[in-house]
């Protein structure tokens, strides 16, 4: 089965703008699959379909074998998600986030205090783990936003222009990280407008 399967998927908003229109994409357990295209190609509408946050108006998706539409909370068990906006509270701190996340995903206490250390090792946050997330560079939120993500072991990880904005060595740690990811067999689905 498919980790992603989509057929004939489009979204109209009002006014009759179409910004995805008959999309069939197919992807495997596994792999990590760029959908590539230059600012308003409708990256982030179909991101934001896939995930469950904007309804289809045209066709239909599954993601880990559920049904964005009929079966949204179990779409949402199953992925995680690295918006391109990335939605971080300035006044918590990094370790705060993620426990917190440990917590809306029904992880034990304890267990999610583990998981949260391990990711911010992970990402390489330790030493800023709990200041401000507000005090963070651009880079580092974008860090910390994945490894928010990853905090229940998604099967299926979505990002969205994950790298945009960053320095060339940020860039190059997010992508080292996604192919980590990868190895250990989580599906990743990444927008970019970056070629290379």
């Not at 391990?118 to 860090?143: C, H, P």
């Amino acid at each position: 089965m498919p980790a992603i399967e989509v057929e004939a998927l489009e979204r109209t908003f009002e006014g009759g703008v179409r910004a995805v229109q008959g999309v069939d994409l197919e992807v495997a357990e596994g792999e990590i699959y760029g959908f590539l295209g230059p600012n308003g190609a409708g990256k982030t509408t179909m991101v934001r379909m896939l995930t469950t946050l904007l309804l289809p108006t045209g066709g239909w998706a599954t993601v880990a074998g559920h049904d964005v539409v009929r079966e949204a909370h179990e779409v949402r068990r199953t992925i995680g998600v690295a918006l391109q906006e990335a939605a971080l509270d300035p006044l918590m701190t990094g370790r705060e986030l993620i426990r917190l996340q440990a917590t809306l995903h029904a992880i034990p206490r304890d267990e999610g205090r583990r998981r949260a250390d391990a990711l911010l090792d992970r990402v390489d946050l330790v030493a800023a783990a709990d200041r401000r997330i507000g005090t963070y560079s651009g880079g580092m939120q974008r860090r910390l936003d994945l490894a928010s993500a990853l905090v229940h072991d998604p099967q299926v990880l979505f990002l969205d222009e994950p790298t945009t904005g960053l320095d060339p060595v940020s860039r190059k740690t997010i992508w080292e990280e996604v192919e980590k990811l990868n190895r250990a067999g989580t599906t990743v689905f990444l927008t970019t407008q970056y070629l290379e």
